[in-house]
């Protein structure tokens, strides 16, 4: 039976190359997608490329909490498992920006939509025989600042707020991993590395040139981080295995750990989502 697997973010960069890999390796996929018109013309891409059916696009901006809901409303009406959830949707942004919500974009895209989706999908995660939670994080992190989140008082920085996003997303699986001990399904952590996905296109001036710099030289290529994102999701080598940081397919320590900070991330997403419950209720 094939593996019903669900990855954010794959109309560009990692999240793309890792739908190519998977689907080659026999994977039924869901593509959520805020861009209706890219996610079809990846599947359509996966589809001929694999010579199988194209993968099942549904609109979500990861970003917005009443589209999160609606996608997951969708996705549990279709399918009755998925075996893996690949957290991977994340941005960066030259400006500070806020959702219709008034939610930073960045903290709601990275942080905020990996709690929401996950949430939303983890009954469909433990009616596989084995699932699979897989957060698509980075070794570039930290910097993370509890008591102002979303650069309400602090100056914005781009780079600040995407690290500790990467940050968040690592203290946040293990606080996952925690709540899903000795069930059927497990939650890993993962860096794909330095890739030069376009994620650092908008930036302007000294940044950009430095960017650009590293990418030529020390740059992987989108395979290369998509590799381990694939080798998570699919590879029996690591059933079973939770609550663990991985780079390069290797077991790798992880600075972010602490019961403390670890539930204290996830009592701010809860906060954050029973927020926008309540707005919707009202």
Known sequence: MAKQVLITGATSGIGREAAFQMARQGASLILPARDLAKGNAVATEIAHATGGEAPWVIECDSSRPSSIRACA??????????????????IQQLRRKETPEGIEVVFATNVLGYHHLTSELLPLVRAAERGRVVTVASTYAGELD??????????????????QSKQANRLWTWALARRLAGTNVTANAM?????????????????????????????????????????????????????????????????????????????????YLARSAGSVAA
């Open 191 to 271: 860096s794909p590395g330095f890739v030069d996905t376009g994620l650092y296109r908008d930036m302007k001036g000294p940044r950009r040139l430095f960017m650009t710099m590293m990418a030529k030289l020390f740059g992987r290529t989108v395979a290369q981080g998509a590799d381990t994102v694939t080798w998570l999701a699919l590879s029996p080598e690591v059933e079973g295995k939770s609550n663990v940081f991985w780079v390069d397919r290797k077991e790798t320590p992880c600075q972010f750990r602490g019961q403390k900070d670890e539930e204290r991330m996830w009592a701010v997403c809860e906060e």
């Open 73 to 90: 409303a969708a996705v549990r009406e279709k399918v009755p498992r998925l075996d893996v959830l690949v957290n991977n949707a994340g």
């Open 146 to 163: 509890f008591d102002d989140l979303e650069f309400k008082r602090r100056p914005w920085d781009n780079i600040k707020s995407y690290k």
